[in-house]
């Protein structure tokens, strides 16, 4: 249950970031759902946090994986450049989540 509180975390903070890039400096509608995708995130990271997921685990996957997707969001939507050098990064992310959890993320 943690890590699927954690997942929907991840998934209202790249909501939450995304309408970031489309509220104009938070000056349109868009900035109502800023605001309450990174409530809501925050809140489910809290509850997965609770549910006795490690901090550090939680929040690298949680930082890691909303990373990655907005730089892939970024790039697919919203006219960004994807150059090796950010696929590069996106691999090292993963690589270093995946390490973090081979550590022991879970009692």
């Known amino acids: 249950m943690a890590w699927l509180l954690l ?14 890039k489309l509220s104009n400096g938070l000056s349109n509608w ?9 409530g809501s995130s925050f809140v489910l990271l809290a509850q997965a946090l609770k549910l006795q997921l ?5 929040y ?16 697919a939507f919203l006219g960004e450049s994807l150059t090796l050098a950010k696929v590069a990064g996106i691999v090292l992310i ?4 995946v390490v973090l959890n081979l550590a022991g993320g879970t009692p």
């Open 54 to 58: 490690e901090v550090g685990v939680a």
């Open 60 to 75: 690298a996957v949680w930082s890691g994986a909303g990373t990655a997707a907005i730089a892939l969001i970024g790039a």
């Open 30 to 38: 868009w900035s109502a759902a800023v605001v309450a995708g990174y």
């Open 7 to 20: 997942a929907f975390a991840i998934a209202t903070e790249v909501l939450a970031t995304s309408a970031l």
């Open 94 to 97: 993963i690589g270093g989540v």
